[in-house]
């Protein structure tokens, strides 16, 4: 055996030829990496959905089946709707609705969110508006109703007091978008994030960081940490909510055809993060706002998620503001 050739002959391989041999094993072993944490995944979130009961009810409209819940309170009937691709609303929500016990709080998981169906698509905002119309009919609300909405929820509440006069008493907003006119023209909705859900990429970030989808502060239970964490890994990046954010700006542009409703009674809450890294977010706020007879604009100190860390002073608010608009709509 002539050794000193063999290491010659290996030593005069183009380069090339052993860039390629390490890029094929580099590319195999990530391959194998992938299907290992595909099938992992697979395996813990099918133990997950068994051993949690799902919270909520079940309400079955023409697109599909959506998650409500409903806490039974005596008082004027409010409607809670999340910020884009919040994975529980019902959870992300628990505080604040503590804290607004007085009301009939409904949270509303649309398609994509919480409990409800996941495939379903067409997220316009004339779509996405019907449907929770139609859930409100089928919970047999006929009441005119007080809007809340988180972030993107903001386009919704603001495009259903146009499409649905005299069925909104109130409109609060947490740190929501304002509707701005950009174009009418849909994007592509994106295959990444599901891609990264389905490989188990955000299971693995968030073990190994869980603050990563946790919320600050305490205002959660440990139960309800454990359905954050299990329910964020099950429906990020589904396909309905890939489409939702493929007509985000679309959305916008058919939410400011028409300004707020003069005569409804509008309060918005914003959050200081926001205000302080966005310097149009405050002076928007104001503008959409200018038209609207009965209004208030509050900054707290927090993130964008403030029903994480404020909701008792959320709730106060929220609770003062009703009752002083209320009795100044029907004065």
């Known amino acids: ?144 109703v007080i809007l809340v909405g988180h972030s993107v929820g903001g386009l919704y509440t603001h495009y259903y007091a146009n499409a649905y006069p005299g069925e909104v008493s109130a409109i609060i907003g947490i740190d929501p978008m304002t509707s701005k006119t950009s174009s009418l023209e849909t994007g592509a909705p994106s295959v990444t994030d599901g891609l990264i859900n389905t490989l188990g990429l955000l299971r693995v970030a968030s073990t190994l960081d869980p603050d990563l989808i946790q919320p600050p502060g305490t205002a959660y239970t440990v139960d309800e940490r454990h359905r954050i964490a299990a329910m964020t890994n099950w429906n990020y990046g589904n396909v309905s909510i890939s489409d939702e954010w493929s007509q985000i700006g679309a959305n916008s542009t058919k939410a400011n055809l028409e300004p707020l409703p003069a005569n409804l009674p509008v309060l918005e809450i914003l959050s200081s993060d926001s205000v302080s890294t966005m310097p149009n977010w405050f002076p928007d706020h104001q503008a959409e706002l200018a038209g609207v007879t009965t209004h208030r604009l509050e900054v707290l100190e927090g993130a964008h998620y403030l029903h994480w860390t404020q909701s008792p002073e959320m709730a106060r608010i929220i609770s003062e503001f009703i009752a002083a608009s209320i009795k100044t709509v029907t004065s």
């Open 1 to 144: 055996m002539n050794t000193t050739s063999d290491q010659t002959a290996r030593q005069r391989r183009p380069l090339w030829l052993r860039a390629l041999r390490t890029t094929t094993v580099a590319i195999a072993t990530l391959l194998v990496l992938a299907c290992i944490s595909t099938i992992v995944n697979a395996g813990i979130t099918r133990s997950e959905k068994s051993s949690f009961v799902p919270y909520g009810q079940k309400v079955t409209i023409a697109g599909g089946t959506i998650n409500v819940v409903r806490n039974g309170g005596t008082g004027p009937t409010m409607v809670l709707l999340s910020g884009y691709g919040t994975p529980a609303p019902a959870i992300d929500f628990a505080p604040l609705v503590r804290e607004l016990d007085a009301f009939d709080v409904i949270v509303i998981e649309g398609f994509g969110y919480g409990y409800s169906n996941m495939d379903v698509t067409g997220r316009s905002i004339e779509n996405i508006t019907s449907e929770i119309h139609e859930v409100l009919t089928k919970l047999n609300v006929t009441s005119p």
